[in-house]
């Protein structure tokens, strides 16, 4: 497909540097597919490359964001993953298919190019089929926060029915835990600042909400809604000091997702209460390529429809990001083909 396509990009660090670039579109090789993207969500992790610095292994240019649903619309030559005309999501994690993550495994948008592009080109191997129930906006969210989710209330943490769940916030990560949790069966706690998200993510399905300004010790009200038992699992998306209060929560033989960072990589917090639970603190680095094929697996069976707060078209990317600032209810998208 011969032609010129528009991209986000920098050619150096820091978002004031951010430009909508035109470039040739490019032409897939051997195993390699090229896809019309149609959405691109955004996460977290944008504002943490763009503001952060985190440039030390990057593609230059950088094309910045990870998460994409498309349209295949050529391959090259040996492809038989994926068909011309068949809708794809692009796996976070590019070399990680399943079992153990790789030691330093490379991530769309950070040590790969990233996807706020009109066409991409990948191997079919990082590619997976898009769910059936869902349009391109909503499944633009998988590949990240949900997959992000469903790791850690499934794959490590091999989630029940009955079990008690407490998430952090009301961002895409929390509101997909929020949503999957609920509807496997478990009981979810949510914690937020903000009166009105509580009762948003409560019609989600969320069994309470508590205030962490008013409740600054929530771990407590958590205690008390469990009747002194505590949570099965608490997924961390603070960090900082907030990782003692998750531990104080946990339930005996509990588990702590550690996902989140937003006070901070350092974290410290007493040890006593996690001994004598014997709890688990597990790190969540989204998931691989087979846990994003269950989710939508997943998705399609349980019709969890991911909670989107607004769309930008391409052009208003930088908009999109003064958003993300202020702390999205959900997740945003960016829709590159209107």
Not at 112 to 119: A, D, I, K, T
């Amino acid at each position: 497909m011969d032609g010129v396509m528009k991209r986000w990009e920098l050619r150096k660090p820091g978002r004031v540097n951010l430009q909508l670039a035109s470039v040739p579109i490019p032409q897939p090789g051997a195993g390699e597919a090229l896809v019309r993207v149609s959405a691109v969500s955004l996460n977290y992790r944008e504002k943490l490359f763009l503001d952060a610095g985190g440039y030390s292994d990057v593609p230059w240019p950088f094309v910045p964001t990870s998460d994409m649903a498309g349209e295949v619309v050529a391959t090259g030559a040996g492809v038989s993953r994926v068909r011309v005309g068949e809708r794809v999501l692009a796996a976070f994690n590019t070399d990680w298919v399943d079992g153990p993550p790789p030691r330093a495994p490379r991530a769309l948008g950070g040590s790969v190019p990233g996807v706020l592009s009109e066409y991409v080109v990948m191997p079919e191997g990082w590619l997976v089929a898009a769910p059936r129930t869902l349009d391109d906006a909503q499944a633009s969210t998988l590949p990240c926060a949900g997959l992000t989710a469903w790791t850690a209330l499934v794959e490590q943490g091999a989630l029940r029915p009955g079990q008690t769940v407490v998430t952090q916030g009301t961002g895409g990560v929390s509101l997909f835990a929020v949503q999957l949790a609920s509807a496997l069966g478990a009981r979810v706690i949510v914690t937020s600042g903000d009166d009105e998200k509580l009762a948003r993510a409560k019609t989600l399905g969320a069994a309470h909400g508590i205030h962490r300004r008013r409740t600054p010790d929530w771990e407590k009200e958590v205690l008390e809604l469990t009747s002194g038992r505590g949570a099965d699992q608490v997924l961390e998306l603070v960090g900082g000091d907030n990782l003692g209060r998750s531990a104080s929560a946990l339930a005996s033989g509990g588990r702590i997702s550690l996902i989140g960072v937003l006070e901070g990589f350092d974290m410290r917090f007493p040890a006593l209460p996690l001994l004598r639970s014997h709890g688990i603190i597990q790190g969540v680095l989204v998931g691989h390529r087979r846990g994003l094929e269950d989710l939508v697996r997943a998705v399609d069976t349980l019709r969890v429809a991911p909670v989107i707060d607004a769309t930008y078209p391409l052009r208003d990317f930088p908009q999109a990001l003064a958003h993300l600032d202020r702390g999205p209810f959900g997740k945003l998208v960016i829709r590159v083909r209107e």
